[in-house]
């Protein structure tokens, strides 16, 4: 078992006091001013259900976050959510300035997106689009596509190369080599550019 700082568990062994005065038919209300706890009814239902399932010990109680206060809540949530839906453009960055606004809670853009993504509300990944695409602009779709002006180069076999001549293999020197091969006359193989 990992080590817990003696807050944490003083404060298991009450939760386990608490489940178990409850169980025994005390107040809730009145066991809970006793131990110095908060606990609501929905709360203690869940305590219980964790109490049970980690075999009836103090250990399944210990708080993992060490007593640390959750930074997004439910009303935090619903509140960004509803946000995220009301603009799609917004982006992390712009939401963490607007929960610090809101909520004086302080999150990382990181986090405000692994939230959005659990209920399906981020953008597609990739950048975005600097300006809407017009459609149906004669202007744009006859300009060349610069990123498509050196194609050829990667795809030798192309059917046009830069200057709007024909690619393909090209003509063959005598020696079997493209014509454009670069290379020399003294290259030539000894007794001509025939090989025997």
């Given at each position: 078992m990992e080590d817990h700082p003696a807050a944490v568990i003083e404060r298991a062994k009450r939760l386990e006091q608490l489940l178990q005065r409850v169980a025994q038919g005390e107040p809730l209300e009145q066991v809970c001013a006793e131990l110095d706890l908060a606990v609501d009814a929905k709360r203690l239902a869940k305590l219980q259900a964790k109490y049970?399932?980690?075999?009836?010990?103090?250990?399944?109680?210990?708080?993992?976050?060490?007593?640390?206060?959750?930074?997004?809540?439910?009303?935090?949530?619903?509140?960004?959510?509803?946000?995220?839906?009301?603009?799609?453009?917004?982006?992390?960055?712009e939401l963490v300035d607007e929960l610090k606004a809101q909520f004086q809670v302080e999150l990382s853009a990181g986090h405000v997106n692994y939230l959005l993504r659990k209920v399906a509300l981020t953008r597609p990944p990739g950048r975005v689009p600097s300006r809407p695409a017009a459609e149906?602009?004669?202007?744009?779709?006859?300009?060349?596509?610069?990123?498509?002006?050196?194609?050829?180069?990667?795809?030798p076999g192309s059917s046009q190369t830069r200057d709007g001549h024909h690619g393909g293999r090209g003509e063959l020197s005598?020696?079997?080599?493209?014509?454009?091969?670069?290379?020399?006359?003294?290259d030539t193989p000894a007794g001509g550019g025939e090989r025997t």
């Open positions: 049970e399932a980690g075999g009836r010990t103090w250990e399944a109680l210990l708080d993992g976050r060490y007593g640390h206060p959750k930074k997004a809540h439910s009303a935090l949530r619903e509140w960004l959510y509803e946000r995220k839906r009301q603009d799609k453009a917004l982006t992390a960055p149906n602009d004669p202007a744009e779709s006859e300009a060349p596509s610069p990123s498509l002006d050196n194609a050829g180069i990667f795809f005598g020696d079997g080599l493209p014509a454009a091969s670069g290379r020399q006359p003294h």
